[in-house]
């Protein structure tokens, strides 16, 4: 029923843009946030960034302050993710996810992952 597809990914030179989308269906109202995550070869998924819904607040983790810019299109199902000033270290796999509870508060759904790989 819920479903999260993820676009944009591809090869850009250090220091471009990048605009990541992700178009979901099946979530409601009740849902608590939708997110970016990413993960580098060799090493964790990381928490990158997300919109709260209801008060459609924006998050970002430290090392992506001032880069990153999340966004939430209700009319269109889609949360984006715009990358700024690209650096090497943001190769990886970009994930969207949605955490489908307020209850729970917990991202359980998620996309297939769409690679970005920052060439030097």
């Known amino acids: 029923q819920i479903q999260l597809v993820e676009s944009g990914g591809g090869l850009v030179q250090a220091g471009g843009s990048l605009t990541l989308s992700c178009r979901y269906s099946?979530?409601?109202?009740?849902?608590?946030?939708t997110g970016w995550f990413r993960q580098a070869p060799g090493k964790h998924r990381e928490y990158v960034a997300s919109v709260t819904w209801g008060d459609n607040t924006s998050w970002y983790s430290d090392p992506v302050k001032g880069r990153f810019t999340v966004s939430l299109n209700e009319a269109t199902n889609t949360l984006s993710l715009v990358i700024m000033n690209l650096e090497p270290d943001d190769t990886a796999v970009y994930t969207c996810?949605?955490?489908?509870?307020?209850?729970?508060?917990?991202?359980?759904?998620w996309g297939q992952g769409t690679q970005v790989t920052v060439s030097s």
């Open positions: 996810a949605a955490a489908s509870s307020k209850v729970r508060r917990r991202y359980d759904y």
């Open positions: 099946g979530l409601t109202s009740s849902t608590y946030a």
